[in-house]
Every structure is written in C-alpha cells, then in structure tokens.
T-cell receptor, first 116, second 112 residues
Framework: QVQLVESGGGLVTPGGSLRLSCVAS????????MSWIRQAPGRGLECLSY????????NYADSVKGRFTISRDNSRNSLYLQMNSLRAEDTAVYYC?????????RGQGTLVTVSS | DVVMTQSPLSLPVTLGQPASISCRSS???????????LNWFLQRPGQSPRRLIY???KRDSGVPERFSGSGSGTEFTLKISRVEAEDVGIYYC?????????FGQGTKVEIK
C-alpha cells in the first residue's frame, strides 16, 4: 500500500527557513517522479515543484523559484523541500505526491506557518 | 499559466440523484505524447485531497464506478451517477500538461 508521510512543518518568522521531508513506502521510490503541492488556508491547491527519479529533471513554480529547492534521497525513500526566505504567503499545508502530471496525494500534509 | 474554470462552484444534490461538474481549460490539454493530463480530486471535510480520476477517465483503485470522467480538448466533465453521503466535499480538476500544473477553484458538493 502506497504511503507518504510528510513532516518538518512548523512556525517560522518571515525570512526564515524550513526543510520539509516526505517518507515514502509501498512502491519503488527511485522509479518515480515526485512532487510538492500546497494548499493555503481556505484556498485552492498549488503545484510547487517536481523531481525525476534520478534527480536530473526538476521544475519550480514562479512563486517559489529561487527560494525553494526540491531534492530526494532514494536510499532513504525520502523527498525533501528546502524552503528559504519564507514569506507570509507561504503559509499552507504542504503535501508530497507520487508522480507529477497525475499527482497521487496519500499523506496528511505538514502545516507551515510563516508569521512574526 | 493555464486557467482551469469549474462550474458550478456550489452544487447541492439529493441523495441518489446524479451530479455533474464541468471543468474548462484556457488551453488544450493534449500533450505531445497524445495523452491528456486532466485529473479530478476530492477533498472531503477535514481531509487531504485524494485523486479520483486521472487522464480524463481512468478511475483510481477503490473509486466507485458511480464516478466517471469524460471530455477532450478544453472541456471536461466529472459525473456521479447516484450521489451518496460520502461524496460530499470539494472537487477539483487539475491539468498536468502545461507547467505549472494548475487546479480549478473547486466545486463544493453538499447534500440538500
């Protein structure tokens, strides 16, 4: 059974940094693209970034380009999102997903709150 | 960015009756491979979004047959043949053809 468990969220002041993690199980992690998607409170869903199985293909939404970095460690079945220069508008629940063009969200997400 | 427009935004339905949600994209969603990356998600109250249908009409494992997806080009539809109580929530369409992938605003389905 496919499982994705996100962690690393919390309260951070504007300009600060956080690193989110997602541990995957139930499938061959290294064979799959992975993505990060977020949902701001009371708002819709936004696709932020994706990464290929061997990390040679990545992409970012303009809203996070230059501030966020996606990475993965296939030996640990883990996906990461390094978030720097955080802003109030980055406050959201962050989900990881298997695949990119047809994202499959399986976790509960991790809440990031950016506030002074 | 591709704009995904859903209608209606609110859909009161009677149990056992059919329901239909429309999703329109500002650009065609056929990828160079010939695939169309139009997906549907359901977010039940207090839960994370879950994919129901991918690539227009492919139902996810465990999704009841009463859910069906159709469409082509820029016009897509999600249909529920007979609404059940567990179907309440917000439905989102999403395109994965043109980066950045984008979601519709959501359609809130509630029981009358």
């Amino acid at each position: 059974q496919v499982q994705l468990v996100e962690s690393g969220g919390g309260l951070v002041t504007p300009g600060g940094s956080l690193r989110l993690s997602c541990v995957a199980s139930g499938f061959t992690f290294g064979d799959n693209y992975m993505s990060w998607i977020r949902q701001a409170p009371g708002r819709g869903l936004e696709c932020l970034s994706y990464i290929s199985g061997n990390s040679d293909d990545t992409n970012y939404a303009d809203s996070v380009k230059g501030r966020f970095t996606i990475s993965r460690d296939n030996s640990r079945n883990s996906l990461y999102l390094q978030m720097n220069s955080l802003r109030a508008e980055d406050t959201a629940v962050y989900y990881c997903a298997r695949y990119t063009r047809i994202p499959d969200l399986r976790g509960q997400g991790t809440l990031v709150t950016v506030s002074s | 960015d591709v704009v995904m427009t859903q209608s209606p935004l609110s859909l009161p339905v009677t149990l056992g009756q059919p329901a239909s949600i429309s999703c329109r994209s500002s650009q065609g969603l056929v990828y160079s491979t010939g695939d169309t990356f139009l997906n549907w998600f359901l977010q039940r109250p207090g839960q994370s979004p879950r994919r129901l249908i991918y690539q227009v009409s492919k139902r996810d494992s465990g999704v009841p047959e009463r859910f069906s997806g159709s469409g082509s080009g820029t016009e897509f539809t999600l249909k529920i043949s007979r609404v059940e109580a567990e179907d309440v929530g917000i439905y989102y369409c999403m395109q994965g053809t043109h980066w950045p992938w984008t979601f519709g605003q959501g359609t809130k389905v509630e029981i009358k």
